[in-house]
């Protein structure tokens, strides 16, 4: 059960991608899912890189939970952990696929979870890169250039003077909603920038548009959980959604979820921004006529200033070349924030996320997502 020799939810944990993706399709297997791997035209040494995925459950279900990890690489530890958990409940207890369509998807950025960066192969953060067909992939959010010169979160451009005293100036001078969105609301001008969007559709985008529908099967209603780590909380988690603060929507997760635990994609009040470019409504628009809803699941490690601080050394290490020790340093302590060594840490979060995936598919099951209430009742 726990190969990396570690008891509990800890030893879910993999040392790599490719003894991750070995686990999740042998766990996939073991519940009686059918496991598909699914190529990604990336050249990386050793390894051929795949998007793999875990379908299976009641075949004529109307319903489907579909959960997918490692859209941002190297989060994908701590997601590959957490769909372990529930593949191997599942292998003694198959009525948890009772009455719905269930699909796994491991490592929707295996490039990044291989070479445990943030973003995919061509520094784009995927989940600012899923703009709808009405959008263009361009422009940056309000203030971007001031305080990306301040922060210096472009590989592009060096970071003069001190980080705290410089956050506090683009605080005073900016405000804290709009600096949160101009950090990490997605930008689609600096490719060596932080939180860059992409000129196009990634080849996970591509890879999504051609088989997503296929997964899902005749499901007509889909409850998404999209596993994220590093925002929140130490070992906590929220779920972020894509609607706004007293709708109803927001209200019909609030009371299955918990009153506290769910918050919209905006910064005011919450721990997430504004951004362009996330995976829920392009799903929502590419399974049309489906129901189809969204729950971002975020983990929390460490404080967010040190997670900028790691994600800002990673990609000037990476986009400048650095080999060596400055490049693994700035790896190891990436990989440290999105998928912390601490023993609790990764045994409580193994814990609440099985408990989320459990609560998501027995809500699932009986009730579907809040965006087709409108239609049963018509
Ligand atoms: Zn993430």
């Known amino acids: 059960m726990s190969a990396g020799g570690e008891p509990g939810g800890a030893g879910l944990f993999s040392r790599e ?32 890189l795949t998007v793999d995925v875990a379908v299976g459950g009641a075949r004529d279900a109307r319903r489907a939970l ?102 506090l100036r683009c605080l005073t001078r900016h405000g804290q909603a709009t600096t949160r969105d101009a950090v990490a609301g997605g930008q689609y001008e600096d490719p060596a920038g932080l939180f860059f969007g992409g000129r196009g559709l990634s080849l996970t985008g591509e ?9 899902v099967g005749e499901a007509q209603e889909v409850l998404h959980v999209d596993l994220h780590s590093g925002l929140g909380a130490r070992g906590g988690y929220r779920l972020i959604l894509e609607h706004d603060w007293e709708t109803p929507q927001l209200r019909w997760f609030a009371h299955r979820f918990g009153e506290g635990r769910v918050e919209p994609s905006e910064p005011e009040r919450g721990i997430s921004y504004r951004k362009r470019g996330s995976l829920g409504p392009w799903c929502a628009q590419l399974l049309k006529p489906r129901a189809y809803d969204i729950l971002i ?27 060596g020790l400055g ?5 190891a302590a990436l990989r440290e924030v999105f998928a912390p ?19 998501a598919a027995d809500v699932c099951r009986a009730e579907g997502v809040p965006t087709s209430r409108p239609r049963a009742v018509a």
Not at 297 to 323: H, Q, S
Not at 341 to 359: C, D, Q, T
């Open 297 to 323: 699941a975020e983990f929390g490690t460490y404080p967010i200033a040190l997670v900028l601080l790691a994600l800002r050394a990673e990609n000037r290490a990476w986009l400048l070349k650095r080999d």
């Open 66 to 167: 579909l959960v997918t990890s490692g859209l941002h690489g190297v989060e994908g530890f701590m997601g590959s952990a957490q769909q372990l958990a529930f593949l191997e409940r599942l292998a003694v207890d198959p009525s948890l696929g009772r009455d719905l369509r269930l699909v796994f998807v491991h490592a929707l950025n295996p490039f990044g979870f291989h070479m445990q960066r943030r973003t995919d192969e061509r520094n784009v953060d995927l989940n600012r890169n899923f703009l709808l067909d009405s959008e263009e992939y361009r422009g940056v959010p309000e203030a971007y250039w001031d305080i990306q010169r301040l922060l210096g979160l472009s590989a592009a451009t060096p970071a003069r003077g001190l980080f705290p005293v410089n956050l």
């Open 207 to 215: 890879l999504l548009k051609a088989h997503l529908r296929g997964w």
């Open 327 to 331: 490049r693994r340093l700035a790896t």
């Open 341 to 359: 060594r601490g023993h609790r840490w990764r045994e409580a979060v193994v814990y609440r996320g099985l408990e989320l995936l459990l609560r």
């Open 17 to 48: 991608y490719p003894l991750a993706r070995e686990r999740f399709r042998a766990a996939g297997a073991r519940a009686g899912l059918e496991v598909r791997s699914h190529p990604v035209p990336v050249s990386v040494p050793g390894v051929e």
